[in-house]
């Protein structure tokens, strides 16, 4: 079966560090991947989204950037940190494109507080 | 462009009661649409899906969404509320970018309150 995991699962920065946040899924190849942001009460932004090794697409402008080294690694970066960062940011996976039905399975989250 | 609207942030009900959590979509092609449910501090769980077929659809836990095409609505129901679904509830719509890709697009959430 299919398992998806996120780390660190809380992290407490201070405002202009750097940040990486890593998504790893196993049991399954050439996933979709994908970033949300959570803000309270805004529901769920998408941040990047992936279709496969190096190919990152970006939804909104900001401060933050993705990578993805790996078939089934997705990193969450940034170089400064700004208190705008703060949320509770969500990895998730989907079958590749291509099927009909884009259910997306969601990792654990990590919960940012940039101070 | 594909969006989704859930009216009401909130919604309160007693254990045992009708839950009933709204959600409207705007799409230009026939939707897929999606109910996810997180608990606090954890990612979201599929409850249920649409795609074609069947417009009544069943998921876990005792939920399930009835497609209306007419209305343009998924609303979410379960006929006898329990303190463990207490929750929140996301509803979603497949949308597709110019690229062929598809991606959901997500309401901003239905907070479910159940009081003893």
């Known amino acids: 079966s299919q398992t998806i995991h996120q780390w660190p699962a809380t992290l407490v920065q201070p405002v202009g560090s750097p940040l990486s946040l890593e998504c790893t899924v196993e049991g399954t190849s050439n996933p979709n991947l994908y970033w949300y942001r959570q803000a309270a009460g805004r529901g769920l932004q998408l941040l990047f989204y992936s279709v496969g090794i190096g190919q990152i697409s970006s939804e909104v402008p900001q401060n933050l950037s993705a990578s993805r080294p790996q078939d089934r690694q997705f990193i969450l970066s940034s170089k400064k940190l700004l208190l705008s960062d703060s949320g509770f940011y969500l990895c998730a996976w989907s079958s590749p494109s291509g099927r009909a039905i884009n259910e997306q399975f969601f990792g654990p989250g990590t919960r940012l507080t940039v101070l | 462009a594909q969006s989704v609207t859930q009216l009401g942030s909130h919604v309160s009900v007693s254990e045992g009661a009708l839950v009933l959590l709204r959600c409207n979509y705007s799409s230009s092609v026939p939707p897929y649409l999606f109910w996810y449910v997180q608990y606090p501090n954890q990612g979201l769980q599929l409850l249920l899906k649409?795609?074609?077929?069947?417009?009544l659809v069943k998921g876990i836990n005792g939920f399930e969404a009835e497609f209306k095409k007419s209305e343009t609505s998924f609303h979410l129901t379960k006929p006898s509320a329990h303190m463990s679904d207490a929750a929140e509830y996301f509803c979603?719509?497949?949308?597709?970018?110019?690229?062929?890709?598809?991606?959901?697009?997500f309401g901003t959430g239905t907070r479910l309150l159940v009081s003893p």
């Open positions: 979603a719509v497949s949308a597709i970018k110019n690229t062929g890709f598809q991606k959901l697009v």
């Open positions: 649409y795609t074609t077929g069947a417009t």
